[in-house]
């Protein structure tokens, strides 16, 4: 019996739930044609306040990064952020919440290097685009790159 707790305790707490993202990120929202518009969110898992936006990029081995397809409304909001700071990746908590049954990682994804500022970071995209619950921005920083690339 208490082997089964443990195991219980251990599943609980051990499995991450690859459904819902609720994390730090760096967001990118845009304009794609024909009215739709596309948001790139790059995940920065255990963001440390105390360290810089670059340190924390920096200590990521591998970074995950969602395409996601936006409101006209949504897109407004962060275009209009991204001049005020002018930044092209504005630091956001996200939380994204994936339709019923579907992980991240069922998605299709394309494995890049991409630099932020200084920093060049392998990087899986995942291609979700309209295939998900919703998108709730937590808080927007004033915070982010100037490009990315």
Known sequence: MRLLSVLL??????????????EMTLLRGYYIGHDRYNANIYVIKNYDKAKTLLENIEKQDTL????LSITQDEAKILIKQEKK??????LAKVHIKLNDLKEYTDYRNQYHLQSFDTLRKPIYFYEIFDDYKSLKIIELY????IKEG
């Open 9 to 22: 305790v251990f599943l609980f707490f051990g499995c991450s739930n690859k459904n819902e993202i609720n």
């Open 142 to 145: 004033d915070d982010g790159l």
């Open 64 to 67: 995950r990064s969602f395409f």
């Open 85 to 90: 700071y002018k930044k092209e990746l504005l």
